[in-house]
Each structure stands twice: as C-alpha cells, then as structure tokens.
C-alpha cells in the first residue's frame, strides 16, 4: 500500500469525525493532512475538533528471508483532539479495527506546549519487497 492509498482510506474512514482547518483565505477543509515529521500547517490555518496527521515516510522493517527481502510498513499517525469535539477513542478504535495490528498510546504534551489530548497509531501493513543493488523487480 503506498502513501496515496493509505491517505484516501483513512480519510473516507475518519471524514465525518473529522474538523476543519481554516486556511488563511477562510476556505475550510477537513482536518486531515500529510506531513514529515516537524512539519507544520501554514502560517495563519486554524483548527477545529479532531485532526489527523498521517507521516510521510513509513518506517520500514526489514524481513529477512532465504533469497529476497522484504520489509513492512509502519506508518505513523497522530489523532489530535483540539476542542474536544470528537471522541477521539472512537476514531482510534476504527482505525484499529480496519489496520489489524495497530498500536495506540498517549502523547504527552506539557500544559501549555499545545493540545494535552493526542494519540500516536502506527499501523503495520503488508510486506513490500525490498529492491536492492539496481536489481529489476520482478512481477
């Protein structure tokens, strides 16, 4: 599953649970956006009720096995509840229930430093081959 794949599923799973941003010419849109780490919304977007950052670049773990390698996806997203709006639980339950394997946990965020209400999810998908060394992929 490549980014664009994953980005349409979540965002047709999470939509109605989703907030908005406000961008600096007052279009909104919902609150769901693809970053690198560190990245952050331009300078004068708002948001409101639960937001969902999906990171770039999957980890990847490599797999080995006898004459190829393979690896899995790790993708990491970020739930963050800014009003307390949307029950944030419930959006991460969904997610679970739709990318077995999926972890959960709190971020903590000191008082003051942003929204105290954010969970980190990463979800495992399946193995990708890995292509090494200006070798072709094979079908």
């Not at 950052?53 to 004459?67: G, K």
């Not at 739930?79 to 944030?88: P, T």
């Not at 229930?97 to 965020?109: D, N």
């Amino acid at each position: 599953m490549d980014l664009l794949q994953l980005r349409n599923q979540l965002e047709t799973l999470a939509v109605e649970d989703l907030g908005l941003y406000t961008l600096p010419n007052g279009v909104q849109t919902p609150a769901f956006s693809v970053r690198s780490p560190g990245e952050r919304l331009p300078i004068g977007t708002t948001v409101t009720g639960l937001e969902l950052i999906l990171i770039r670049n999957p980890d990847l773990t490599p797999i080995p096995q006898y004459a190829d390698q393979a690896a899995l996806r790790k993708w990491t997203l970020f739930l963050v509840n800014w009003d307390q709006a949307a029950n944030m639980e419930d959006v991460a339950a969904k997610i679970i229930a739709t990318y077995p394997g999926t972890t959960s946990r709190p971020v903590l965020v000191p008082k003051g430093a942003g929204p105290t209400h954010q969970l980190r999810l990463e979800l495992q998908v399946n193995p990708t081959r890995l292509v090494c060394c200006n070798e072709e992929e094979q079908p």
